[in-house]
């Protein structure tokens, strides 16, 4: 896999650089609410724009029907872009049409624009490999090489992500290759005791990669609205608590190879409870109980990990020369049932070993709770494809890279 500082060695004055970069970015109106993903991107942005390339940075934003929707423009993206290149960055209001061709025509070295969400186009995500090649086609006609450097996307077979670089000489961006360094660090050169975090909402969004970890890590916590299928499956009562009830038999064959194979499956002691899903509008006060992860009233429902798994899970990670994490412990948006998911974060701050935060809503979890980001090892700019490298899958955008 060829890197941007080969590119930048072979010289990039007045070249047009296509980069495939994640401003996927959540938004409340126009109004950006975590511009970590912007900032990721920033430094390969400035590198070729310093350089005296005509940059031209395009991404996908939510997921649009294939067709063009205000509420899904790029252009706050390219604006707060701008604000941190500290440049006029411009904006390009569709992705392969006049307003494109016109925009990156426009461009003098060093100078940086952005094309409308790539999702506007149906080609972009289409599974017909015509309809894709198509698009990356055009979108091929605005640049004279491709610097991949969006790894949130890189688990996605899309034009932008898979079929455009082999139409142009590629190369991996700043993030990338920071990103891939980072991964094999759990993959191939692990510092134990390896200790894995898994929460978030559904199972079924782990099973893969827990599968993989049970050969690997050497304990894996467990927390999150999916603890509670654990806890079912081994007979507890979970009140109204989020189930996948259907999981329940893959998840008492792991639990049964994890002992088997010395693996330490932690869960829950201890659980917040309340009669109902939190107000998120008003977030006003829930006032949870706290009881036994193996006493769950009926009627009641989970909704954070309770004070002694915090104290359990801590100790768990107090150790570790690896760590990971991937997914909250609880509703971390309701300050009532964001402890679990802080403690967490501080046991990887205070962590000796190596602490990788799995991207998605850990890192929003990470920002959203006022830590500290240079405090952890690394913060992945990709859940999705952090779990899918994990779980031992190809990812598209990465062969794509490879020469």
């Known amino acids: 896999m060829k890197t941007i500082d080969e590119l930048l060695s072979e010289g990039v ?167 891939v360094g980072v991964l094999k660090k759990l993959t191939d050169d692990v510092r134990r005791p390896y200790v894995v975090a898994l929460g978030g909402a559904k199972v079924s969004d782990k099973l893969a990669v827990i599968d993989q970890l049970l050969g690997r890590a050497d304990r894996i916590l467990i927390g999150g609205g999916m603890a509670y299928t654990f806890l079912k499956a081994q007979g507890h009562e979970i009140g109204s608590s989020l189930l996948q009830e259907d999981q329940i038999p893959v998840v008492r064959e792991y639990m049964e190879r994890a002992g088997k194979t010395g693996v330490e499956l932690v869960l829950p002691v201890d659980t917040l409870v309340a009669a109902e899903f939190p107000d998120m509008r008003t977030k006003a006060p829930a006032h949870p109980d706290t009881v036994a992860a193996d006493a769950m009233p009926a009627g009641r429902m989970g909704l954070d990990i309770g004070p002694q798994t915090r104290k359990l899970y801590a100790s768990k990670l107090a150790d570790a020369g690896t760590v990971f994490w991937n997914g909250p412990m609880g509703v971390f948006e309701h300050p009532d049932y964001a402890e679990g998911t802080k403690a967490v974060a501080q046991a990887l701050i205070d962590s000796p070993g190596f602490t990788v935060v799995g991207g998605g809503d850990s890192a929003a979890a990470v920002r959203t709770l006022g830590f500290d980001e240079q405090a952890f090892g690394h913060i992945s700019t990709g859940g999705g494809a952090s779990l899918e490298y994990l779980e031992g899958k190809t990812l598209p955008g990465l062969a794509a890279l490879e020469d």
Request: no cysteine; charged share 20%; net charge negative.
């Open 13 to 179: 004055a007045g070249k047009r650089v296509f980069v495939r970069a994640d401003l996927n970015v959540p938004l409340d109106g126009t109004a950006i609410t975590d511009d970590g993903r912007i900032r990721a991107v920033v430094p390969t942005v400035r590198a070729l724009a310093g350089a005296g390339a005509r940059v031209v940075v395009a991404s996908h934003l939510g997921r649009p029907k294939g067709a063009p929707d205000p509420a899904f423009s790029l252009a706050p993206a390219a604006a707060r872009l701008g604000e941190l290149l500290g440049a006029d960055v411009a904006f390009a209001t569709d992705t392969v049409g006049d307003s494109a061709t016109a925009t990156v025509a426009g461009l003098a070295g060093g100078q940086v624009a952005v094309i409308e969400n790539l999702r506007f186009n149906a080609g972009e995500t289409s599974k017909d490999d015509a309809e894709r090649g198509a698009f990356a086609d055009r979108l091929a006609a605005l640049a004279d090489a491709y610097v991949g450097d969006g790894f949130g996307a890189v688990h996605r077979k899309h034009a932008s992500v898979f079929d455009l670089p082999a139409r142009l000489p590629h190369y991996a961006g700043h993030l990338i290759a920071t990103e």
